[in-house]
C-alpha cells in the first residue's frame, strides 16, 4: 500500500505524556512533546507560534498562529 505525503502529514500520532517539575516534591506536571519532519510539512515551521485550544477534556487543538486567518487575511475583506 502506496501514501503520498499529505497522509503522511495528516497520520494519527501516539506520544507519551511525559513529567516535568520536581518529584520530590509532587510538583510533576504533564509535558507534550512534538518533534519531526512530519509538523513542518503539516505547516509548523521552526521559530514560529502556535495557538492550543483545550477543547474538550483530553482534546486539544494546535493552530498556527503566524498563518492568516479569514479574519486577517487582506484578500477576504469586504470593502
Request: hydrophobic share 35%.
Given at each position: 500500500?502506496?501514501?503520498?505525503?499529505?497522509?503522511?502529514?495528516?497520520?494519527?500520532?501516539?506520544?507519551?505524556?511525559?513529567?516535568?517539575?520536581?518529584g520530590w516534591r509532587g510538583l510533576l506536571k504533564p509535558k507534550i512533546?512534538?518533534?519531526?519532519?512530519?509538523?513542518?510539512?503539516?505547516?509548523?515551521?521552526?521559530?514560529?507560534?502556535?495557538?492550543?485550544?483545550?477543547?474538550?477534556?483530553?482534546?486539544?487543538?494546535?493552530?498556527?498562529?503566524?498563518?492568516?486567518?479569514?479574519?486577517?487575511?487582506?484578500?477576504?475583506?469586504?470593502?
Open positions: 500500500m502506496q501514501t503520498n505525503e499529505s497522509t503522511k502529514a495528516s497520520a494519527v500520532r501516539r506520544l507519551k505524556i511525559e513529567e516535568h517539575g520536581d512533546r512534538l518533534i519531526g519532519r512530519w509538523l513542518e510539512k503539516a505547516g509548523f515551521k521552526p521559530g514560529s507560534h502556535v495557538h492550543v485550544v483545550c477543547v474538550a477534556p483530553g482534546v486539544l487543538e494546535l493552530r498556527s498562529a503566524d498563518a492568516p486567518t479569514p479574519a486577517t487575511d487582506p484578500g477576504t475583506q469586504k470593502t
